[in-house]
């Protein structure tokens, strides 16, 4: 389930597969202990690496980088020397060999050599609570690639998950009621030392939907920096709309003595563009105070896309303001005050040179099937990639997209039956959609045929098909059914990995593989057609 923690996941699938919390728990947290252990451990040693002579040089890079010493101590700044000195630190305080290469912070080689996995790096502990150590950052102090490098993914850490400087700045979040979000390492330290101590980091180039769901969890007003590259990318705006989605869905009424409002308030995204070939330490070291200025005036999200896909598309033709309208729509939608609402309406009406009557016909005709329970698969298909992702949490998320997947195929006359060569069917979830699916990959026809099938199948095939599970634009079907396909996969890998997890280091090998490939699923991207 996207909207939930990787833990999350696999405690949902253990009920699921019958294992008790018990059980669950007590393996979880056997690992979880000797990772906050090495984590711990680890993390003295770095820092004092950093202040020793090995660390001389990573010191001098710091200073050039204008960070003084006391932001190094603040957030823990180390450096892990060349070779294996790390390793064998953890050795000589007694941590095993195979959990120092198992929890990310040693390989092996094909010779048997072990290397720190953060060799000649200058090190940035991440952490979401004080002392609690969740995994880290490296940058490389020589030629050698990549430049950045985060702790692999274990059940403490996940890079998409975590918020870098959210141990620092969460009071101060809670105080403003403003977050401001940034992308790197640097940048937090930075705006930290001068004075703007609400900043965090994704550490990546768009947020996820679990970081939005932390952000939302303390403050009810975000500012998101994003540099020129991404401003209008096809990649921070399928993130907007995933995270804003989070942040409407979880706008919540602050208690009374928290701040000095108790009452409901709106959820307020806002976004800066940064000037070109500028990153927010740059901005901050070369004017604080319009770094300031550009916050406050910051643009509302609407407001934001309005004015960036304007620059993107041609406003002159009737296929662009359909595009711009497409986009924009479900971030309306999401909007729950009507007076806002009717304030972006009536902004997007300017932009395009349309009346608002028909910006919101348009947006009423969409929105009425959309919200329309009576039929769930259509509404999946209604905004295919986005839908995937918001499956209600009381719902079986692999049983309604092995539903809508079914759905589809039997909807769609004459689909290639090669999209499902080398995916495995025994992946769905429900045994009537199974059934079905190994029908129709064997049959050379249509499997409506009543003679063709068994009796008690004829009748589910009847309840799946339907004509508006119909896509007349084929590369649409074609991005829906990958979609679909890629996220079952990632389901079922995720409750198989459930059993794995009950002896974790007996099943290393096969979790990591599985952990692997789930990542790679999270990270292809297929088209969105609009």
Not at 37 to 59: C, E, M, P, Q
């Amino acid at each position: 389930k996207e909207n939930i923690s990787f833990i999350e996941s696999l405690k949902y699938f253990s009920k699921k597969l019958g294992i008790s919390d018990k059980s669950f728990n007590s393996s979880r947290s056997k690992i979880l202990e000797e990772i906050r252990k090495i984590n711990n451990l680890a993390v003295n040693f770095f820092k004092h690496s950093l202040f020793s002579d090995k660390g001389a040089l990573t010191r001098d890079y710091l200073k050039e980088r204008g960070i003084t010493k006391e932001s190094a101590l603040k957030f823990n700044l180390g450096y892990n020397p060349k070779g294996n000195e790390l390793y064998n630190y953890l050795i000589s305080s007694g941590i095993e060999s195979k959990n120092i290469i198992d929890f990310g912070l040693a390989s092996e080689n094909s010779k048997g050599d072990v290397i720190d996995f953060f060799s000649e790096r200058l090190i940035f502990p991440i952490s979401e609570l004080k002392d609690n150590v969740l995994g880290f950052g490296g940058r490389i102090m020589s030629d050698k690639n990549p430049k950045y490098i985060n702790t692999k993914k274990n059940l403490l850490f996940d890079k998409g998950s975590v918020l870098y400087g959210l141990d620092q700045a969460a009071e101060n979040i809670r105080d403003e009621d403003e977050c401001v979000l940034v992308e790197g390492y640097t940048d937090v330290i930075t705006a930290h030392q001068f004075g703007f101590k609400n900043v965090i980091a994704s550490m990546g180039t768009a947020i996820t939907i679990y970081q939005a769901n932390k952000i939302s969890d303390i403050s009810n007003s975000v500012v998101i920096a994003l540099d020129s590259d991404q401003a209008g990318s096809e990649a921070t705006l399928n993130a907007l709309d995933k995270s804003w989605g989070v942040f409407k869905s979880n706008n919540k009424e602050l208690p009374a003595g928290i701040t000095n409002k108790s009452i409901k308030k709106n959820f307020n995204l806002r976004i800066v563009t940064l000037p070109d070939n500028s990153d927010p330490d740059d901005f901050i070291r070369n004017s604080s105070e319009k770094w300031k200025k550009s916050i406050l005036n910051a643009s509302p999200i609407v407001e934001y896309l309005i004015e960036s896909l304007s620059n993107k598309f041609d406003l002159s033709t009737a296929e662009g303001k359909e595009l711009i309208e497409e986009i924009i729509r479900p971030f309306i939608s999401k909007e729950k005050n009507p007076y806002i609402q009717d304030q972006y309406v009536s902004m997007l009406s300017k932009e395009l040179n349309v009346s608002e009557e028909r910006i919101k016909a348009g947006f009423d005709s969409k929105t009425k099937r959309f919200n329309d329970n009576s039929n769930r698969l259509f509404k999946l298909k209604e905004n295919s990639f986005n839908s995937f992702q918001t499956i209600p949490d009381d719902k079986n998320r692999l049983k309604i997209l092995s539903e809508y997947l079914t759905g589809i195929v039997l909807s769609n006359k004459n689909l290639n039956k090669d999209l499902f060569i080398d995916w495995d069917i025994e992946m769905i979830d429900d045994t009537i959609c199974k059934q079905i699916l190994y029908k129709w990959s064997k049959e050379d026809n249509s499997i409506e045929n009543e003679n063709k099938i068994e009796e008690n199948l004829y009748n589910e095939i009847n309840y799946f098909q339907s004509d508006k599970l119909i896509f007349f634009d084929n590369e649409k079907l074609i991005n829906v059914i990958s979609q679909c396909k890629n996220d079952i996969e990632r389901e079922y890998l995720i409750a198989k990995n459930v059993i794995l997890m009950l002896d974790y280091q007996k099943n290393i090998d096969e979790i990591n593989k599985i952990e692997n490939r789930i990542k790679i699923l999270d990270n292809t991207t297929i088209k969105k057609i609009y």
